[in-house]
Nanobody
């Protein structure tokens, strides 16, 4: 089992920045793909970004050029730097971990999930 705990959410004005972090614990050995997803009320869970064991990164179209995902292998943490936030970024953001992931943007491919952290962007 892998436990994931997100932190760093909050309220920010449009144009501002936030940094989310995800701390992993438990059976973290192995080459997990780490991802961030978000889900707004009444909407499906949306892929935001993912990072592979060797550092390959993937981004959803709506966040490319604004968000940056990174990971600290030693500390077993994954971060999401979010810049130029807009109200459409308002969601609950979830950290996820998966092994043997074929489609990095599919929530069903990830075995472990955090509880989520709320990000609210005001106008």
């Amino acid at each position: 089992q892998v436990q994931l705990v997100e932190s760093g959410g909050g309220l920010v004005q449009a144009g501002g920045s936030l940094r989310l972090s995800c701390a992993a614990s438990g059976r973290t050995g192995g080459s997990y793909l780490m991802g961030w997803f978000r889900q707004a009320p009444g909407k499906e869970r949306e892929f935001v970004a993912a990072i592979g064991w060797r550092g390959s990164t993937y981004y959803g179209d709506s966040v490319k050029g604004r968000f940056t995902i990174s990971r600290d292998i030693a500390k077993i943490t994954v971060s999401l730097q979010m810049n130029r936030l807009n109200p459409e970024d308002t969601s609950v953001y979830y950290c996820a971990a998966g092994r043997f992931v074929s489609n990095y943007d599919a929530p069903s491919e990830y075995q472990y999930w955090g509880q989520g952290t709320q990000v609210t962007v005001s106008t």
